[in-house]
């Protein structure tokens, strides 16, 4: 028995086999107008929720021969152009399902989040069809649509200017939040495909489509890299320590997920200082930290030097520590719903409170579209107490990063009693967008807070809009630490393993200064600490603010030197008025001057320790080549110009022989990232 269907599509290949007129360009708008009406009409009738087997199907079918009819009656597009524009809102054939999830398209989530599609309906006895076209029923059973092959793709896209506007806006209204991915130019092995593939918003999808991304805002903190210097034009370097780990972790979740990181995520002092080094510890009585300097041949330019600086600090005795009151600053903004985010943050602060003592005290102040107190100060014995504060917590709304810290700093003042230790930790992916969003004003908000003895430390999770620019201007203007979590392990590193060095300070506002013998050195550049830089005038000003350093903490800085008469020297001599080295050194070889100025805990005025660097002085070990090895893996990843014919082999070969001990893993980790990135370059 001929069903209804049959008859229209006997209809339609009727109208499709009519001869096809010459286009009359002065009926396209009206043509395509009808088209639009046609198409806006489906997407009124399936509703905005999900693309079922009950939509319309003969309506659509209705307004194809329509159309075709007056296309060749008028002449204003071709019939397989026409076939084109609308064949793209036909059923995939032999009643596959076409699965939409809820509020997005398809593709977004597995087929287990997805709602099946209905049985369709049992088809239900019709007379027979009539010559004119009958109205659409919501009740007709949906025939397998036969497959349609796509020809003179190129018409439909260079006719249809109007309906790349108007599918864009139907793919936004299905997603009113995301960013939409470009379409992509298809291959002309798209134009024989079977509309089998999925449908959304009106186009066919491949199965490989991207239809919609992410949007990544991601920033990092970073500045120009540090120029070659003259000694004969500037003999003093200058800068403040850098205990942060951020970049290395960075570095490392952008390798482990098969991406070289961005140029300005790579930090160099922040990928030498992750790793602990055994340089040798002050003597009681000493300094509260002790410097170690070598001078080795430099692994990638065998005509200069590297200048190793190492500052142990001491760890005095833990029994001796005092109270400690924290306050868990922690973004539950929308954007922190994700796995490695919220999530993990959680487990990583639950390793924490092992390390905490019965006398410290732990508050919790949550922040979204406004900030609250979660948790009064409570002692660190009423563990179970403090876990359920923290389970509690569920992400939502915007980022009130003023509302948050502002709260955060009044609860610290309400815990602080007289030799106590105070420290706010701020947990987020760093989007701050209410408030005081700017860089410039949060950190002059921390700069005025930190004199109250309450120092803040960042933590990073996730990725995607990670704003390490203001994380890092926190931290450093918050005499705190910044790390990036981005595994457990790393949180048993920050938060059990190094949580004495990254809680008490030893130093504060410690500050190197290097000045160069010209009689020795031509030139040098100082590898990193580019976010670090001071001028020469602050290294004697106790006003300016420099880097803490922790109990146990240690600090190495690289130069990279080039002796006078050199090969390797880049610059030629002035001609003129080049002031001639003098030999004022008291001892032979000298060839720098060390400074280091810190604070002690608490106190305003800075002392001074100050030794000659010398030729030699010290033979390079484990210690000093690894590091060396790391420097060369931060200048491999932002494709440095110094390294010359220096490769990733040997970089891996180097930090390979100088693992050390290695108690932790965290140098064979590293050798295995060289390797892994190493294999990302030539790709």
């Known amino acids: 028995m001929t069903s209804e269907n049959d008859n229209d599509f006997n209809d339609l290949k009727a109208a499709m086999q009519a001869a096809t007129p010459r286009p009359d360009a002065s009926r396209r708008t009206e043509n395509l107008s009808l088209a639009q009406k046609n198409f806006a009409a489906l997407q009124e009738s399936r ?90 029923s919501d009740t007709i059973a949906v025939e397998p649509a036969p497959m349609i092959v796509v020809e003179e793709a190129e018409s439909f896209a260079a006719g249809a200017e109007m309906d790349d506007a108007r599918v864009t806006n139907q793919l936004a209204a299905d997603a009113p939040m995301a960013e939409l991915a470009p379409l992509a130019a298809q291959p002309p092995a798209a134009a024989n495909r079977s509309l089998s593939s999925p449908v959304v918003g009106g186009i066919v999808a491949d199965a490989d489509m991207v239809v919609m991304q992410e949007t990544n805002t991601e920033s990092f903190a970073n500045a120009a890299e540090n120029p070659l210097r003259i000694v004969t034009e500037e003999p003093v370097s200058t800068f403040s320590i850098d205990v942060d780990t951020a970049s290395y972790s960075v570095i490392r979740q952008s390798l482990n997920a098969g991406q070289l990181p961005p140029p300005a995520a790579v930090r160099i002092e922040e990928m030498i200082n992750y790793f602990p080094y055994d340089y040798a510890a002050p003597e009681a009585g000493e300094a509260p930290f002790r410097p170690t300097v ?161 120092y803040l430390s960042v933590l990073g999770f ?33 938060l059990v393993d190094q949580l004495t060095g990254a809680l008490f300070p030893i130093a504060g506002d410690v500050k190197v200064q290097v000045e160069f013998n010209p009689a020795e050195i031509a030139e ?96 390079p070990g484990t210690e000093a080549q690894f590091a060396a090895a790391i420097a060369g893996f931060g200048q491999l990843l932002k494709g440095d110009s110094y390294l010359g014919d220096w490769d990733w082999d040997q970089a891996i070969a180097l930090a390979a022989e100088n693992r050390g001990a290695d108690e932790f893993g965290y140098r064979n980790e590293a050798v295995q990232l060289m390797r892994l990135a190493q294999s990302l370059s030539a790709n």
């Open 47 to 136: 509703g905005p929720a999900r693309l079922t087997p009950q939509s319309p199907q003969r309506g659509v079918i209705k307004g194809v021969r329509d159309m075709l009819h007056t296309l060749s009656g008028k002449g204003a597009l071709t019939v397989t152009t026409a076939l084109v524009a609308c064949g793209f809102l036909f059923l995939t054939p032999q009643g596959q399902d076409l699965l939409r999830p809820t509020g997005g398209l398809v593709g977004q989530a597995p087929v287990s989040e997805l709602d099946p599609i209905p049985e369709p309906p049992v088809e239900q006895p019709q007379q027979a069809a009539q010559p004119a076209s009958p109205e659409p």
């Open 524 to 619: 040098y550049r100082l590898i990193g600490y580019e976010t670090r830089a001071l001028r020469r005038e602050d290294f004697n000003n106790d006003a300016v603010d420099a880097g803490e350093l922790g109990a146990g903490h240690s600090v190495t800085a690289i130069y990279e030197i080039t002796p006078v008469g050199s090969p390797a020297q880049l610059t030629e001599p002035l001609r003129y008025g080049a002031p001639e080295a003098t030999e004022s050194s008291t001892e032979p070889g000298e060839l720098a001057f060390l400074r280091l100025r810190w604070k002690a805990p608490g106190e305003d005025d800075s002392q001074l320790l100050e030794t000659p660097v010398l030729q030699g002085q010290s033979a």
């Open 462 to 494: 996730g990725r995607g809009n990670l704003d390490d620019a203001t994380m890092q201007a926190l931290a450093q203007n918050g005499n705190g630490i910044a790390a990036y979590i981005d595994t457990l392990n790393e949180a048993q590193k920050v």
């Open 294 to 454: 070598t001078v080795m041949e430099t692994p990638w330019n065998a005509d200069t030097q590297l200048l190793h600086i190492g500052i142990q600090g001491t760890l005095p005795a833990l029994d001796d520590r005092p109270p400690l009151n924290l306050v868990f600053l922690i973004d539950t903004s929308g954007s922190m719903a994700d796995a490695n985010k919220l999530p993990l943050l959680k487990q990583s602060f639950r390793l924490m409170l092992d390390e905490l003592r019965p006398e410290d005290q732990v508050a919790i102040v949550e922040y979204a579209g406004s900030s609250g107190l979660v948790l009064p100060a409570t002692a660190a014995s009423e563990r179970s107490t403090i876990l359920n504060a923290l389970q509690s917590l569920g992400a939502g709304g915007s980022t009130n990063g003023q509302g948050g810290l502002e709260q955060a700093y009044a609860v610290a003042a309400t815990m602080a009693e007289e030799g106590e230790v105070s420290r706010i930790l701020l947990a987020t992916d760093g989007d701050f967008n209410v408030g005081l969003s700017g860089t410039q004003e949060l950190t002059d908000f921390i700069a005025k807070k930190r004199d109250t003895g309450a």
